[in-house]
């Protein structure tokens, strides 16, 4: 366990803390895990602030972070490492996981069903007990500091049969629920995010909600936090916000035409 000395630090005593408005106990909790070494899932839609929740409690804890976002073809490799060429000798370069585990920092994997099976096993020793990572190629075997700590990410509405965590892997993990915010927290994060006016956030986020209502109907996702950001952002630097909102709260959520003018009826309904 780590010394209680190594506590978050006080709020307002890190000039540079990313914003992160929580809507719970998710803080205590992973500050919990993290001095207890286990590892933290975290589950929610698109947009809805799981990467800056990480971003901002590495910072709280003061610890570096590395972030990977997953892929078809992220391998087992791209997080370990491997030997690669430079000026003429054959030199080992260590992955995010290898270098987390050095420096006990903490390794973010975003969407990591979206990884290669092998990735998924790399990561087993480190997640249980052992805390272990075998470099096969070096022939290192690392042991994680107490600092170090593994998080990873995905978006269960995405979930199909070829791309789930086993239960194998989901039970090695303290799991943590995000959904988007209530309409007076996510409108407060908007304006503190874009800098527009508080009354001008609530309309946006109004608006998501709404959105957000279609999802399993015409949408498999509904307007993240993210989009409402991005349209307050618009509308902060000068655009119409009936253009802002096409832009960024319609646009990007279908490409059938109908589903888009049915967007547009839902936005001005809204909008009252």
């Known amino acids: ?70 892929h078809d073809d992220l391998t087992a490799a791209d997080l370990t490492g491997r030997h690669l060429l430079k000026g003429g000798e054959t030199v080992w370069a260590d992955g995010p996981l290898t270098r987390a585990m050095r420096e006990g920092a903490i390794l973010y994997l975003d969407e990591v069903v979206e990884a290669r099976k092998d990735v998924t096993v790399v990561l ?72 527009l006016a508080p009354d001008r956030c609530v309309p946006l986020v109004r608006i998501a909600n709404a959105l957000r209502d279609l999802k399993g109907q015409d949408l498999d996702e509904g307007a993240s936090t993210r989009l409402i950001v991005y349209a307050a952002t618009l509308i902060k630097a000068g655009m119409k916000p009936a253009a802002a909102i096409d832009a960024a709260l319609l646009q990007p959520l279908s490409d059938d035409p109908d589903v888009q003018a049915a967007l547009a009826r839902v936005a001005d309904l809204a909008l009252g």
């Open 124 to 195: 087993h020793p480190v997640t249980d007990d052992r805390r272990t990572l075998t470099l096969e190629r070096t022939g290192e075997t690392l042991l994680a500091p107490p600092e170090f700590m593994l998080v990873v990410s995905y978006n269960p509405g995405y979930q199909n049969v070829l791309k789930s965590l086993k239960p194998s892997t989901r039970q090695r993990f303290v799991a943590m629920e995000f959904g988007y915010p209530d309409p007076d927290t996510e409108a407060a994060i908007v304006a503190s995010e874009t800098g």
């Open 1 to 70: 366990m780590i010394p209680a000395t190594s506590s978050l630090a006080a709020s307002g005593e890190t000039p540079d803390l990313p914003f992160y408005a929580a809507s719970g106990d998710e803080c205590m909790l992973f500050e919990q895990a993290w001095r207890n070494r286990l590892p933290v899932l975290l589950k929610g839609p698109t947009g809805c602030g799981k990467t800056r929740f990480v971003a901002h409690m590495a910072a709280r804890l003061g610890r570096p972070l590395y972030t990977v976002a997953c």
